[in-house]
């Protein structure tokens, strides 16, 4: 018969942070649920994730419209503000073609095929563009853009213009980059146990590649065709001539400048870096050796 004065034992709670190995093992593991959802529900995840990056884009252009701050300060602000969208995307569940670039670990570990995870990738990034450009004609119709006399438009007008001005070379390797920091925001983000570790998973990585310069096709697929509808107002045309001392040649600044000039060779960079510069590298380093030998892979653990 058991004593009244006999305690349970307590439960202990493990608040640690998951090692890198448990890391991969996650994101192998929830890849395969990605895969196996309706191809309208990775759409419809597709779509919300390109509204939110909208709401992050957005969100930044109008806070740096008017800055007369040093620019490497404007551009910090710009990024920290801009991952509210990554915020909204990630920790609310929504998907972004470029952080389901870790995708790749779960094919690579043997748990998904490649059928299935393009045809994931393929899904996600329609749905990206189409919830970007959904997210377009709402801000275009709040008006917002004629803030400050026009300086929110014009602002988001020369965003627009100095990306469809990059050569192919350049814009594929700020992609390569940038998809390398978010993979690493997303990598952190499965490192955390709490909404509060996310978020400052997210801000540095996320906030480094917009103050850097680099470039994401998901975030473009927004930014470049609002600058593609601005430039048909001759009053933004005019205030961003003026926030730049020049002429603007905006002759790239069309569809065709959209999709070729810019989102073909971003996205080619994006899938590099996060493919190939995170995703198999990390799968390589953690996982790998549980295929020829667990010895490595434990003393990998042990060490952490």
Not at 58 to 65: D, G, H, K, M, R
Not at 150 to 161: Q, R, T, Y
Request: glycine share 10%.
């Amino acid at each position: 018969m058991k004593e009244d004065n006999i305690q349970d034992p307590i439960r202990v709670i493990d608040i640690d942070a998951y090692s890198p190995s448990k890391i991969a093992t996650r994101i192998g593991n929830i890849t395969i649920q990605k895969v196996k959802l309706s191809y309208s529900s990775v759409f419809l995840l597709g779509a919300l994730a390109g509204i939110y990056l909208g709401f992050g884009a957005q969100f930044s252009t109008l806070v740096i419209s008017d800055s007369t701050l040093h620019y490497g300060f404007t551009s910090l602000i710009e990024g920290i503000v801009y991952s509210l969208g990554f915020m909204l995307a990630v920790i609310g569940g929504a998907e972004v073609f470029t952080g389901n670039c870790l995708g790749i670990i779960g094919f690579a570990d043997k748990k998904v095929t490649l059928y299935e995870l393009l045809t994931n990738w393929i899904v996600i990034y329609i749905g990206n563009l189409v919830g970007s450009l959904i997210m377009v004609c709402w801000m275009y119709e709040t008006h917002q853009w004629e803030f400050f006399n026009n300086m929110v438009g014009a602002k988001a007008l020369l965003i627009a213009h100095k990306k469809v001005n990059l050569s192919f070379k350049t814009a594929f390797t700020c992609g390569v980059l940038c998809n390398a920091l978010i993979c690493l925001a997303v990598w952190l983000c499965f490192n955390g146990r709490s909404t509060s570790d996310k978020i400052i998973s997210i801000v540095f990585p996320i906030g480094g590649f917009v103050t850097s310069g680099f470039e994401q096709c998901v975030s473009n697929m927004y930014f470049i065709p609002m600058g593609v509808i601005l430039r048909r107002n001759s009053s933004v045309v005019e205030t961003a001539e003026k926030m730049t001392g020049r002429i603007l040649d905006l002759s790239q600044l069309t569809w065709k400048g959209f999709f070729i000039n810019n989102l073909l060779p971003v996205t080619l960079g994006n899938i590099v870096g996060g493919v190939i510069l995170i995703g198999i590298v990390f799968w390589f380093i953690y996982l790998r050796q549980k295929q020829t030998g667990p010895n490595l892979n434990i003393s990998i653990d042990k060490l952490r």
